[in-house]
């Protein structure tokens, strides 16, 4: 195990550099290990994995120690972790978010891209996030957010290979909190319609609709096990083949292959 006095943790977010979920996971870790901020300068949600490759990149400190980019979650983590920081952090923890990043939002989520790109470098990575807008119980997410980083440390799970975690907090006060449950991502409907405007100068503005309900939110789910009051845990992966189905475009590509069009008379 390495020694908590040790352990270094990079912490990053998609709210800002100025969100209360960072400050309160930084004021959580930060008596446990060596922490460094590397945050976004503003909001960036839904940012995904998106990385700044046409303007530079510039990275100021805060009055708190915090350092912020003018960039997206991604960019924050990649330039710290390929030379900003000078070492190789143990874990890269993410948020804490404002609001669920649950079944489909984590192919969106600017929180969970944070995470991934410490993943992508080889690096364990938790994204965590609140179930509902508000910052409400924050003190008791950032609370089990501690106690999870703690106990990954002791399994030695902490700077040993790579693994990626999906965490949704309850909003719920730290004594109502239940266990981990270890779930599969739920799916959600699709969202909501896009909502047009006019601006001011006559010209028709597009504003993304907000999520759609949860359409799987069986049990088994990150969905059931946050409503239960249970902390949502689930292992994410960045390789989005379709093994399952890998067989059956295997043989389509061979029929594809064999096919030749009638050409016209």
Request: proline residues 5%.
């Amino acid at each position: 195990m390495i020694g908590l006095s040790m352990m270094k943790i990079l912490i990053s977010n998609d709210d800002g550099y100025q969100a209360a979920g960072l400050v309160a996971l930084y004021d959580a870790l930060k008596d446990v290990a060596e922490v460094e901020v590397v945050a976004p300068e503003f909001n960036n949600s839904a940012k995904s994995n998106a990385l700044t490759l046409h303007s530079p990149l510039y990275v100021q400190r805060a009055a708190n120690g915090f350092r912020y980019v003018n960039g997206t979650p991604a960019d924050c983590v990649h330039i710290a972790l390929t030379g900003l920081l000078g070492y190789r952090p143990d874990l890269v923890v993410s948020g804490i978010n404002n609001g669920a990043n649950m079944g489909d939002d984590t192919i969106y989520s600017g929180t969970v891209g944070a995470a991934r790109e410490g993943d992508l470098f080889g690096i364990p990575a938790i994204a965590f996030s609140q179930t509902e807008k508000g910052w409400h119980h924050l003190d008791a997410a950032a609370s089990k957010a501690r106690d999870l980083v703690l106990q990954m440390s002791a399994q030695n799970l902490v700077g040993i290979k790579p693994w990626l975690l999906n965490i949704n907090i309850p909003c719920l006060p730290l004594e109502a909190i239940q266990s981990v449950k270890v779930c599969r991502l739920g799916r959600r409907h699709s969202a909501e319609k896009v909502i047009t405007q006019i601006s001011p100068r006559g010209e028709t503005m597009y504003w993304i609709g907000s999520a759609g309900p949860a359409k799987d939110e069986g049990e088994g789910t990150d969905f059931h096990a946050t409503t239960q009051g249970h902390i949502a845990m689930t292992p994410l992966m960045v390789d989005l083949t379709d093994h399952a189905h890998l067989g059956y475009w295997a043989q389509t590509a061979a029929r594809l292959s064999a096919f030749t069009p009638e050409q016209p008379a």
